[in-house]
């Protein structure tokens, strides 16, 4: 069975220009996250969606971030513009949604991201 | 106070002892808690999840917790230089607005050197 994937891998721009991530679940986990990570952090949570609703966005700086999950599948997750501060691992995660403590949520490859 | 704290590390231990790994809580609450290994450049992987009070062994990996003392820690028997990676600690907040919420900790370094 395929994990989550996630595009591009690695992308390299100047501050203030637009980038956008691409995430797609495994199959049948209806619950998708982003994360962030900074280095030498844990990751932190931006968005959780369940199918197509964003039920926790309370960490998403709106004023620059957006993100979406049309059809309640695949997900983009867009900055624009970006800044300096912005350098980071962009993680995708998704898990089965019981709603159980024992939900298990299993990460993509990430997105590095780094801003000039 | 962090949510979660781990000692950043790095914790050296040579080829074939025990490594062991500790983290706390501060939301006497979370009910499950989860150890991701992360390799350097890599994504978090899950190795171990508890839920109750006590030992949870698999394989050479045991997770052990102690709800009174809002603590919780991995222990690596026979590791291997394989086993030199960040381990973060994870631990599932009680529910906001109906949600479980995960935590992470910033991570401890183990090296395991030959």
């Known amino acids: 069975e395929a994990g989550v994937v996630q595009s591009p891998r690695y992308k390299i721009i100047e501050k203030k220009q637009p980038v956008a991530f691409w995430c797609n679940p495994i199959s049948g986990h209806n619950t998708l996250y982003w994360y962030r990570q900074n280095l030498g952090q844990g990751p932190e949570l931006l968005i959780r969606?369940?199918?197509?609703?964003?039920?926790?966005d309370s960490q998403l700086p709106k004023d620059r971030f957006s993100a979406e999950r049309l059809k309640g599948v695949d997900s983009t997750l867009k900055i624009q513009p970006a800044e300096l501060g912005d350098s980071a691992v962009y993680l995708c995660?998704?898990?089965?949604?019981?709603?159980?403590?024992?939900?298990?949520?299993?990460f993509g490859p990430g997105t590095r991201l780094t801003v000039l | 106070q962090k949510e979660v704290e781990q000692n950043s590390g790095p914790l050296s231990v040579p080829e074939g002892a025990i490594a062991s790994l500790n983290c706390t809580y501060s939301?006497?609450?979370?009910?499950?808690f989860f150890w991701y290994r992360q390799y350097s450049g890599k994504s978090p992987e899950l190795i171990m999840s508890i839920y109750s009070n006590g030992d949870k062994e698999d394989g050479r990996f045991t997770a052990q917790l102690n709800k009174a003392s809002q603590y919780v820690s991995l222990l690596i028997r026979d590791s291997q230089p394989s086993d030199s990676a960040t381990y973060l600690c994870a631990v599932n907040r009680p529910k906001v607005r109906g949600y479980n919420k995960l935590i992470f900790g910033a991570g401890t370094r183990l090296a395991v050197h030959p």
């Open positions: 939301d006497r609450g979370s009910q499950s």
């Open positions: 995660a998704s898990s089965f949604p019981s709603g159980a403590i024992t939900d298990t949520q299993y």
């Open positions: 969606y369940e199918n197509e609703e964003a039920v926790d």
